[in-house]
Each structure stands twice: as structure tokens, then as C-alpha cells.
């Protein structure tokens, strides 16, 4: 099994930073994917919309001392977001095990860019952001 590293760019959004890879691993689907820079990928919208969302999901599901507890890092963030554009059953559920996510590049890591347009929104926060908030 061969292995893709990609790397998010700076500002990219979120949705079309997990469609585009999505759309790689489906066309490729024998490859394990890395992909890093997950902190800078951004999130458009209002920040207390975007906190008033994350938030009541965290206490729809969290209750102190039981679980299941939700991670707080732009990684499973992100992570969470293709769980939630993917069928997790069957087919769908190996794919989103070949998906690996990192924060940041390690040091001398090679990895290719995703080839993604980049648009600048005035109302757009990084993973890191929101992850920090929660």
C-alpha cells in the first residue's frame, strides 16, 4: 500500500479541502492518506454561530464523567467533518480509515499541496480557532 501526503493550504475551506481529497481517495482507493496542516483550514460564517453549533453538539452528547467525549483539535475536528460526509457503512468506513490527519508538517516531511482555489472571506476562522474556543 502506497502512501499520499498532502498539505493544506493557508486559508483553504474546510468542505472543499475534504471533497477534493475524498475525490482522490475514491479514485485511488489501494493509497493511505496523510494529510497535514489541519489547523489552518477555515471555517466561513458568524463566530457565534459557529460556537453556538459546535457547542450544543458538545452538550448534546457530552456529559461530565461519561462519555463519549469529542475531541477538541483541528485535526479530529476536521476529522469529524469527513465522518460526517461519509456513509459509515460498508465501503465508506474503509475509506475514512485510510484518512490520517495532522495539525502540522512534520520536520522533513515531503508533501505535495492540494490543488485547491482559495477564496478570501472576510468571515472566516481557522480549525485552530474554533478548537481553542471550545
Do not use: F
Request: net charge positive; hydrophobic share 35%; glycine share 6%.
Amino acid at each position: 500500500m502506497s502512501i499520499k501526503s498532502y498539505l493544506i493550504p493557508a486559508g483553504a475551506a474546510a468542505g472543499r479541502v475534504i471533497n477534493t481529497l475524498l475525490r482522490q481517495v475514491k479514485k485511488y482507493p489501494a493509497q493511505k492518506y496523510y494529510l497535514y496542516g489541519a489547523k489552518t483550514a477555515t471555517i466561513s460564517g458568524s463566530w457565534e454561530v459557529i460556537l453556538r453549533k459546535y457547542r450544543s453538539r458538545l452538550k448534546k452528547i457530552n456529559h461530565w464523567g461519561q462519555g463519549p467525549y469529542r475531541q477538541k483539535t483541528a485535526a479530529r475536528l476536521l476529522k469529524r467533518m469527513i465522518r460526517g460526509m461519509l456513509d459509515y457503512k460498508g465501503k465508506q468506513s474503509e475509506i475514512y480509515r485510510k484518512i490520517i490527519i495532522d495539525p502540522e508538517v512534520p520536520a522533513g516531511e515531503d508533501c505535495k499541496e492540494l490543488d485547491l482555489k482559495v477564496l478570501k472571506l472576510h468571515n472566516s476562522y481557522t480549525l485552530e480557532d474554533i478548537a481553542r474556543a471550545l
